[in-house]
């Protein structure tokens, strides 16, 4: 199993205070040239937001983001004139294309907001911006929900590009199938908590909470757990 690691302890970490933030791909002052990006997958950032603090208005061009609540309510703005509440189960998509600003901030004034930024760069450039959110709600145990992809796909949400994002549940002891989808994709997987073990025809490895892994040359992948856990699999073009 050809595949590339990214252990939780050997991710870029950066706190200033009002966040808190890990990032597994090289991202604001974290550059690591080995750690670009996997394919298409740019970014994929863990981030504590303090109580009353968030990100003032910044730009974003040619970027497909993605946005998934962990803890508490990520308060969007953007200058296409939304302004919404994202709270845990709701997914938030963005298509930066060719040209946004917006804001995003924590709408608790005593408690944390955690969440997963995600990047995933688009297969067309300067598309006309777009927002779209789902609520997704809780995740059935031992399955594999996909949430996001390709346009006209039939899914809760899109985005410019032939990449495919699930959450995974998993009980202790019990044992998931994905089936990559692409050609010449790869399939990037997060714990989000418990422990997993990923088997491919040729190998396997073990990942812990907040472990990734990027396996290249698999049609399918078995997800077996240690512990009850949650995850998510992002598939995404290699090229």
Known sequence: M?????????????????????????FGQYYDPSRMNFGAL???????????????????????IISIPLEGVIMHQDSMGHKEGIAVGDVLV???????????????????????????????????????????????SNTITTVVGPKNTGLPLWIHQQAWLCFGHVAQGERLQYDRRGNDTGVFTFVIDGALRVTGADGEATLGMRDGIGVLDEPMLTYTSNATSQFIVIEVPLA
């Open 42 to 64: 740019r970014v994929f950032n863990d981030d504590a937001v303090a109580a009353g603090e968030g990100f003032g208005t910044h730009p974003h061009k040619n970027m497909e």
């Open 2 to 26: 050809k595949a590339v690691h990214y252990p939780a302890s050997e991710r870029g970490h950066a706190n200033f205070g009002w966040l808190d933030s890990y990032h597994t791909f090289s």
């Open 94 to 140: 963005m298509s930066a294309g060719s040209g946004i600003t917006h804001s995003e901030y924590n709408g608790s004034s005593t408690d944390a907001l955690k969440f997963f930024q995600i990047w995933i760069i688009p297969n067309e450039a300067n598309v006309e911006p777009r927002y779209d959110q789902a609520t997704i709600g809780p995740i059935a």
